[in-house]
């Protein structure tokens, strides 16, 4: 690597420094990929060799003979649909012409001073709250029930948004804040005596903790092929699921709950009238929660509510529960990428909120409970239940996105040879 050309050092960390932002805010190795090269073509080098882990990114850059290797890594990925947004949109237009390091950094900086977590403590709390009511409700929970869920749940997210800000251990703040929220629901149910058994509130409690963004957004790397992010991603999702679910299964056999047993989904208008409002609030809270702005978090919820309501008609007719999970994702994916483009939003950050709402929490804890007290049997038929629908979710989402983006399902890459607009290449200043 010669350094017969310094600027190269400061282009070099100007585009890595803009995939570590859409890395941290959560953002699919596809897009932090793509966000490299537009800005690696813009500073004016003649190619880019991007590699996007789940916490790790690594570049080289190559102009002519010449070359940089920039590598850094990201402490914890979380998730900010508004930075997404905010980087997406500078992707896409400031991008498009040649620019120099420093009128990126300063695009950069301003996105960085985005209010993160953008709502705030007492909004953020309520949300958690509502989004598990809203499941509750969905569920036929019942009201009593989804009012005690919301009041535990943001009991939860309060110890979790404390621990957070004291920089705690991510297992830890998941372990303290099911614990918590299970814990708080199980007391209030004593003080609030609520018809019937208690154990579906018990698990609704707990769902605002469910990592649904980098669940699906796994499954987006791995439909591409890219296993170095996805697989990861993937792990890390399913190690969260297995503590706060494995934290409520202890609280469960310390207090003696039984198991919560599903409803089947009755056959009624005022039922699926109920569940699409139930779910326009929950998926609305929890685009809240991924930081959203207002917008995207309107069109999520509206995207969920229709989607879960086809959902919801498709089970009361009898239909699979993984296929009735297809048929409602693929409307995500298609509708979602279509008003993405219209509304001028990256689409997750509108079709993962809209998909989380569908993640069936009562089974994948039935399933690890059931392994818990040493039931395999009946375990490993909740896990493939659970599999089954999650699976069949991701792949509505990835069908839909094949339907309507043809850059993701072509493999069209960023072309250095296209010449851009506007003002000179940095090289010749």
């Known amino acids: 690597m010669t350094a017969r050309n310094p600027p190269m050092d400061a282009e070099a960390n100007t585009c890595l420094r803009f995939g570590v932002l859409l890395l941290a805010a959560g953002a699919s190795g596809y897009r932090v990929i793509r966000a490299v090269k537009r800005c690696a073509r813009s500073v004016g080098f003649d190619n880019a060799d991007v590699i996007v882990g ?11 003979e010449q070359f940089r290797t920039a ?110 929220a299970s814990a708080a629901f199980l007391l209030l149910a004593q003080v609030v005596p609520i018809s019937g058994v208690i154990s579906p509130g018990f698990v609704a409690a707990v769902l605002f903790l469910i990592p649904g963004f980098p669940l ?78 207002r917008r995207m978090a309107l069109i999520a919820a509206a995207l969920g509510m229709v989607a879960n309501a086809a959902r919801l008609a498709l089970l009361a007719d009898g239909v699979r529960s993984y296929l009735a999970a297809f048929v409602a994702a693929l409307i995500i994916g298609i509708v979602g990428g279509l008003l993405g483009q219209v509304a001028k939003v990256p689409r997750t950050t509108v079709t993962i909120p809209a998909a989380v709402v569908m993640i069936p929490g009562p089974v994948i804890y039935a399933a690890v409970h059931n392994f818990a007290v040493g039931d395999i049997i009946n ?51």
């Open 54 to 64: 789940f916490n790790t990114i690594s570049c080289t850059f190559h102009r002519g």
């Open 71 to 180: 590598v850094s890594d990201v402490p914890l990925p979380g998730v900010n649909a508004s930075r997404i947004e905010a980087l997406e949109t500078a992707a896409h237009s400031l991008l498009q012409s040649y620019r120099t390091p420093e009128v990126i950094n300063a695009v950069l900086d301003e996105i960085e001073r985005i209010p993160s977590p953008r709502w705030g403590f007492r909004l953020s709390t309520l949300a958690a709250g509502l989004a598990c009511a809203g499941f509750a409700v969905l569920n036929q929970f019942g009201l009593t029930t989804a009012a005690l869920v919301c009041l535990a749940a943001m009991l939860g997210q309060l110890v979790r948004a404390f621990l957070h800000k004291a920089h705690f251990n991510l297992i830890g703040i998941t372990m303290a804040a099911s614990f918590v």
């Open 216 to 293: 699906f957004t796994s499954f987006v790397d791995l439909a591409r092929f890219d296993f170095t992010a996805g697989i990861p991603r993937l792990f890390f999702a399913l190690e969260i699921i297995v503590v706060i679910m494995l934290t409520v299964s202890v609280v469960a056999m310390l207090s003696g709950t039984p198991q919560a047993q599903t409803a089947p989904v009755p056959k009624s208008a005022e039922f699926l009238v109920s569940g699409a409002l139930a779910s326009f609030v929950s998926v609305g809270c929890f685009a809240l929660l991924f930081n959203s702005s």
């Open 379 to 429: 375990a490993l038929s909740k896990f493939t239940e659970v599999s089954f629908v999650v699976l069949f979710i991701a792949g509505g989402l990835s069908v839909g996105r094949m339907l309507t983006d043809p850059t993701w399902a072509f493999f069209r890459y960023i072309d250095f040879d296209h010449e851009l607009v506007g003002e000179e290449r940095p090289i010749n200043n």
